[in-house]
Structures are given as C-alpha cells and as structure tokens.
Nanobody, 120 residues
Framework: QVQLVESGGGSVQAGGSLRVSCAAS?????MAWFRQAPGKEREGVAY???????AYVDSVKGRFTVSRDNAKKTMYLQMNSLKPEDTGTYYC?????????????????WGQGIQVTVSS
C-alpha cells in the first residue's frame, strides 16, 4: 500500500505564489496533482512521469511547474501568478507503471488533500 502525504498550501492573494509537496512511500510512479473546488468535479492539474516528462491542464500552463525529487520520493507543484479560480483542495495521486494521463480514474493511490485559497 502506497501512502501519499501532501504538505504546503495555505492562503495567498491573487498574483502570489505557493508550493505544495507530496511525499510518497514508494517510487517509480506516475504522479499527478488534481484539484477540486466546491461544487465542481475533480480536475487534473499536472502530471510527471518517473522519467520526468510533464503535462499540464491549459489553465495553469506557464504559471505552475510540477517537479519531483526521486531520491526524496517527493513531488512538488510550484504555483505562481495564482488566481482566485485556482482555489480548491489539491490532491496528490500516484499510479504504478509508465502510463500517465490527467484522468483520475487511472490512479490507484491518493493523498488526503490540502487546501489552497487564493483571494482577490
């Protein structure tokens, strides 16, 4: 059983920056960030493969950067130029194997979620 633990997040004004982290109890995963705002469906934000390939949802391209430190078994999401619409609970997800997409149904493991609030 893989455990994922998110940290970071918090509250910031629009235009500010935050970083969230996800520590995993294993490695060699496709890892991703999802977010969910109240009353909305869970949305894929970014993923990173074990080899370091990345992909982003269009709404965060150029503002967010996903990275990972395999030695520390930790994934990061650096969020810059934050907007109020980025507000939500951010979830870390992981799946074994090379296949990686921003589709929540393919992920086997999930963190507990962490709140990110951006005020205008």
């Amino acid at each position: 059983q893989v455990q994922l633990v998110e940290s970071g997040g918090g509250s910031v004004q629009a235009g500010g920056s935050l970083r969230v982290s996800c520590a995993a109890s294993g490695d060699r995963f496709c890892m991703a960030w999802f977010r969910q705002a109240p009353g909305k469906e869970r949305e894929g934000v970014a993923y990173i493969t074990d080899g370091g390939s990345t992909a982003y949802v269009d709404s965060v391209k150029g503002r967010f950067t996903v990275s990972r430190d395999n030695a520390k078994k930790t994934m990061y999401l650096q969020m810059n130029s934050l907007k109020p619409e980025d507000t939500g609970t951010y979830y870390c997800a992981a799946r074994e194997g090379a296949y990686c997409q921003l589709n929540p149904s393919i992920f086997d493991y999930w963190g507990q979620g962490i709140q990110v609030t951006v005020s205008s």
